[in-house]
């Protein structure tokens, strides 16, 4: 059976720091990606990753602030998120595929069931 379980978000000052983690399991992936919903909006692409970890993209609003990386002896994804802003206060939903990093939510075909990361003073 295949199951993602992210873990890591919580309340958070502006400017503060975070890392979320992805735990995968049932299978292994060869993309990996995080996406986050606000309240009222649509799921907005955040970064990716393929296997190696060569290959990374970030969604422009967090390009420069967050890093995506993974473990696959632990089959375990992260993202450090630095110099939080309140509009980074989402869901964030692991998300994977089999083949090649994607942006958009729906070629995801695994998902977990999300961690709230809340950016407030």
């Known amino acids: 059976q295949v199951q993602l379980v992210e873990s890591g978000g919580e309340l958070v000052q502006p400017g503060g720091s975070l890392r979320l983690s992805c735990a995968a399991s049932?299978?292994?992936?060869?993309?990996m990606g995080w996406i986050r919903q606000a309240p009222g909006k649509e799921r907005e692409f955040v970064a990716a990753?393929?296997?190696?970890?060569?290959?990374?993209d970030y969604a422009d609003s967090v390009k420069g602030r967050f890093t995506i990386s993974r473990d696959n002896a632990k089959n375990t994804m992260y993202m450090q998120m630095n110099s939080l802003k309140p509009e980074d206060t989402a869901v964030y939903y692991c998300?994977?595929?089999?083949?090649?990093?994607?942006?958009?939510?729906?070629?995801?075909?695994?998902w977990g069931q999300g961690t709230q990361v809340t950016v407030s003073s």
């Open positions: 998300a994977a595929k089999t083949f090649s990093v994607a942006r958009r939510a729906r070629e995801y075909d695994y």
């Open positions: 049932g299978r292994t992936f060869y993309a």
């Open positions: 990753i393929n296997w190696s970890g060569s290959s990374t």
